[in-house]
């Protein structure tokens, strides 16, 4: 037990009561909290001004008080926790808790020692001397350190108090008690929700104690006198609400909206003088925002600014916020691949977690070192390390545990490094086996976090292992099949968090599969806390062991007859066989739980498949993928690396063929950056004479998709699965033969001009749509949306020849999302002449059959019946996360409203849909960003049409012209209307082909007028 909890025991103390639970006497409780906010140099006066040696117990309490005030002002939380420490000594009385009490708790939680602020937390909550008011408020926050380290059972039950005895206590309570308990509840009640997979309640939860604390800091400033006095507690309650708000959004893959968090947290830490370690929080909060964006150099930059403010101010370096900051570190080195600086940050980790058993847990992960090892050359150690991990995990959590599979995937790569290629393949397809099991989900084998850093290592290691046999003329078909399915594996990573929590959308209204759900995730959280007892019950069974070694040993040094050490001896082992026990039980009962997960996994599998391929794609085999696609089509999958692109290409009858590229990942992204730079020209006055690089095009040609057509020449279709950057490049524009004498595009040898080219972003996705395409065709052929009115009044005419705006991204520091001018995003009246167009050549109704202008809402877009529509357009813009700020869901954007309800139809929302179109339309879509990533949202958005019921996707990749877009969509619907049995990637090629050949009008054989809308999803009929 900690030193402070045993001298509070030692006199019944743990005195008064908390600050904000002294609801009897306000103006006291307001005195005591509050106070002129000092300066900065008054609180350096203070922080350097000694104690008098002969200083009354009252001398020494305002002494103290005046010290940690002053800390607070500096951010000092050292001289903070030293001088609250004092003060719960000074202020001891019998039969009352201290009023520090409670700061001490939250201070060591924050930035102190984690086990110690635990512990105290319990005490408090269950201090026979407590109020029922201070055990209320206790209980709320002790709720929040539980929902923390991951004991969801224990924050459950402790919400379950809180309501029923806030309920009782309500009529007692004073205003600023009221205020916190409402506060501290719903932060708990958003953690118990999330942890029970309820997405959307959890958000709602935080969103009401965000404006409570907020409602509540500028209650207590107004009661603030003229001189300046501010309420301290409520802007520290506010900053705690802030901080879970700003987790919870990390954690659901809201990384924009955490990131906005985080900035207005750096805001408000500067503006209201709270800086040092409130200030290093907040930077640390905003490196892991950027982490989850991806935003590697910035993310590593801001924990460092972090790292550096939190030493500075004295934070303790085994504490959560320090520990949490440098694993957020560790993450963006480790995108960075810089590992000996991820070596020195995991041994600051470890050197400082010594004396602090939960720090400890995360610094010391065996799976870490290891891979830590293996990453700086350390092969030996990391083998040492890891073997022993192995054995140990597979015994004690089982063969098929994640915990144990992650780490033979580790073994697989050490294995490899040091030439044991056979037993490294061995470990692989173990590893595999479990990725692939139809009742693994995709959470066990990449969870959030640092873990799920290690499984996309893995696989890229068997990647690695796969090239290097390929080379040496050892691939056979099985390997080439595990290896095509790794490679849609980590394609589909890149979205695949955010389609999960998009899902909570789907939970919510098909009550009979989230009542599936639930019980899975019930059975998933039971386990979580089985095994964490099963930890606990292994490292005590370790300390007792080595304590019956040491008992024996000085038994024997003692020199104790032979029948007393044997019965001593008898006694350890005793001992040792009930942990085994234990132990043994506790492994049955997590057997058993994952049994149950299992059979939970297979039903909603069997029943919901479409639901299960959303949030657990699992890509098929080789041979499933032949079966699914027609005589003349082809599939092929391109996977970018950075030692080599792999590329496996199927038909429907020849066998599948793999071939390794030597072109690197960053060959192929610079160029597809070339390329975009070419097709992108909508700002050049002579856009249709711009030139176009055909060497680059026709190396990307020739190195990809010459081979793929080679194995299967006699398809029309392809279609194309890959990721990130190359998917922004639509694939119609390679060219097939060099180029002879100055570009021209009406002769440019185009792909287009041969096959028929689909993309997606996976087979996985690809199959989904194959296998559940057996439905009803719908009756109506047309609804659109266009030209969505973003602000009140009249709109400008379009100009024919135009070229279409787009939103630019948005992410200036402290940009905030409740002031921003909707009305700013750029209109598109050229819109309502393409939807016109579109229904024309469907034989629609422009006017019964779209929506326009003020009217394009997004509650219309869900309240429109369109599951009757063959085509559904959306001509508005698309956005990617971080365009407008706090965007953190691909989304369209929609008439602006004046009731406050979001005018963006965000991929949760299309996920809620009911759809049964062959198309849908989406103009104004943008796929262009440096690292891919805006392509990645619009794969995310695509899929969830697909998930609605869409067959496949006609978007935009960059800003287009008025005209050549109009008479491209609209040519294709007229192929499709007059050849009933083309496949959808056909009209799409023939409308192309119209405009190359000058038959839309002359100027449009440049690719900037043919090429921007790529077809995406089933090319079929």
Not at 866 to 882: N, Q
């Amino acid at each position: 037990m900690s030193r402070i909890l045993l001298a509070l025991f030692a006199t019944a103390l743990l005195l008064g009561q908390p600050l904000a639970a002294r609801a009897q006497d306000e103006r006291a409780d307001e005195i005591e909290e509050a106070g002129q906010r000092l300066s900065e140099a008054d609180a350096r006066r203070i922080l350097a001004t000694p104690l008098p040696a002969a200083a009354t117990k009252q001398a020494q309490v305002d002494h103290y008080i005046a010290r940690q005030r002053a800390a607070f002002t500096m951010g000092n939380t050292a001289e903070r926790i030293a001088a609250l420490r004092k003060l719960v000594e000074l202020t001891s009385e019998p039969g009352k808790i201290s009023p520090w009490a409670g700061y001490l708790w939250r201070e060591l939680l924050r930035y102190g020692n984690q086990t110690e602020a635990l512990e105290m937390g319990e005490a408090l909550a269950n201090h026979r001397d407590a109020t029922p008011e201070q055990r209320l408020i206790y209980k709320s926050d002790l709720g929040l350190d539980y929902a923390s380290q991951g004991e969801r059972d224990k924050a459950a039950r402790t919400l379950a108090e809180v309501d029923a005895e806030r309920k009782r206590l309500e009529p007692t309570l004073g205003p600023r008690s009221r205020a916190y308990l409402t506060i501290s509840t719903e932060r708990l009640r958003a953690a118990v929700l999330n942890s029970s997979a309820d997405a959307e309640g959890s958000l709602a939860a935080i969103k009401r104690a965000l404006v409570a604390s907020r409602a509540e800091v500028e209650a207590t400033r107004s009661m603030a006198s003229a001189g300046g006095l501010i309420h301290d507690r409520a802007i520290r309650q506010r900053n705690g609400t802030m901080t879970y708000a700003t987790w919870l959004s990390f954690v659901q893959g809201r990384n924009e909206e955490a990131e906005s968090l985080a900035r207005q947290g750096m805001r408000l830490a500067v503006e209201e003088k709270t800086g040092g370690a409130v200030l290093g929080y907040w930077q640390s909060k905003l490196a892991q925002a950027l982490l989850g964006q991806r935003r590697f150099e910035e993310s590593v930059a801001a924990s460092n600014e972090a790292i550096a403010a939190m030493l500075a101010a004295g934070v303790v370096p085994s504490s959560q916020q320090l520990t949490g900051a440098r694993t957020v570190l560790m993450q963006g080195l480790f995108g960075l691949e810089r590992w000996a600086e991820a070596d020195q940050v995991a041994f600051a980790m470890s050197t400082a977690a010594v004396d602090d058993f939960t720090a400890r847990g995360v610094a010391d992960n065996p799976v870490l070192v290891s891979f830590l090892h293996l990453k700086n050359g350390r092969l030996d150690q990391a083998k040492e390390r890891i073997e022993g991990t192995v054995r140990y995990r597979q015994r004690f959590n089982g063969h098929r545990h994640p915990g144990a599979i992650e780490a033979l995937g580790i073994r697989a790569m050490v294995r490899q490094a040091m030439g044991e290629s056979g037993n490294a393949l061995d470990d692989y397809r173990e590893v595999l086996e479990f990725v692939f099991a139809p009742d693994s989900a995709y959470s066990d084998a990449q969870p959030s976090g640092l873990r799920g850093f290690f499984l996309p290592q893995v696989l890229r290691g068997f990647l690695k292992l796969v090239r290097e046999r390929h080379l040496a003329g050892k691939t056979d078909a099985a390997l080439a099949d595990e290896a095509f399915r790794v490679a849609d594996r980590l394609q589909a990573s890149v979205v695949q968090q955010a389609m999960i929590d998009s899902a909570a959308r789907v939970l919510a209204t098909t009550p009979e599969l989230a009542a599936l759900a639930r019980k899975e995730q019930e059975r998933r959280a039971k386990a979580r806390e089985n095994l964490s007892r099963l930890n606990k019950e292994l490292a005590e069974e370790g300390r007792l062991a080595r304590e019956a070694k040491e008992r024996l040993e000085a038994a024997k040094a003692a020199k104790q007859e032979p029948a007393k050490l044997a019965e001593l001896a008898k006694a350890e082992r005793e001992r040792v066989r009930a942990s085994r026990e234990d132990l043994k039980k506790l492994r049955g009962e997590l057997d058993t739980l994952d049994k149950s997960r299992g059979e939970h996994q297979r039903e909603i599998a069997q029943r919901f498949p479409a639901y299960y391929a959303l949030v657990n794609p699992k890509a098929p085999t080789l041979a499933v993928l032949a079966k699914l696609l027609a005589k003349d089509e082809a599939f092929v999958s391109v996977y970018p690396t950075p030692e080599a692109t792999y590329v496996w290409t199927v038909s429907a009858d020849g066998p599948p063929a793999m071939h390794v590229s030597p072109l690197t990942k960053a060959q192929v992204a610079e160029a597809v950056a070339k390329l975009r730079r070419d097709l992108d020209v909508g700002e050049r006055p002579d856009a249709g004479r711009a030139p176009f690089d055909t060497a680059t095009s026709h190396r990307l040609y020739a190195e990809l998709l010459a081979p793929a057509r080679a194995t299967a020449p006699g398809a029309k279709v392809i279609t194309v699965a890959t990721a990130s950057e190359l998917a922004q490049l639509p694939l119609a524009v390679l060219v097939t033969k060099p180029a002879e004498g100055a570009f021209d595009g009406a002769r440019t040898a185009w792909l287009v001009r041969e096959v028929a080219v689909n993309q997606v972003s996976t087979a996985a996705a690809f199959r989904a749509l194959r296998e559940s395409r057996s439905r009803e065709p719908a009756k109506l052929a047309f609804f659109g949306f266009g030209d969505p009115q973003f602000k009140p009044g009249p709109v400008p005419a379009s100009k024919p020849g135009a070229v279409r705006a787009l939103v630019r991204g948005k992410r200036e520091a402290g940009f905030d999302t409740e002031t921003f001018d909707y009305g700013s995003v750029p209109p598109l009246p050229e819109t309502r002449d393409e939807i016109a167009a579109i229904a024309r050549a469907l034989s629609a109704d422009p006017a019964k059959d779209a929506l326009y202008g003020a009217k394009a809402t997004r509650a219309a877009a869900l309240a429109t019946d369109l599951a009757d529509r063959r085509v559904v357009a959306f001509a508005t813009h698309g956005l990617k996360p971080g365009d407008l700020p706090g965007l953190s869901r691909p989304a369209l954007a929609m008439a602006g409203t004046s009731d406050g309800s979001s005018p963006l139809l965000a991929m949760d929302d299309v996920l809620t849909m009911k759809l049964a179109a062959d198309w849908v339309v989406l103009s104004a879509c943008n796929t262009a960003s440096d690292d891919g990533r805006a392509q990645e949202a619009y794969s995310g958005l695509a899929r969830a049409f697909f998930f609605a019921g869409a067959r496949a996707v006609l978007a935009t990749h960059w800003a287009v012209e008025t005209i050549s877009a109009r008479e491209l969509v609209t040519r294709t619907f007229r192929h499709q209307a007059a050849n009933a049995a083309a496949p959808r990637a056909e009209s799409v090629r023939q409308a192309q082909l119209e405009l190359i050949e000058g038959k839309a009008g002359p100027g449009f054989g440049h690719p900037f007028y043919w090429a921007p809308y790529a077809l995406s999803g089933d090319p079929g009929r």
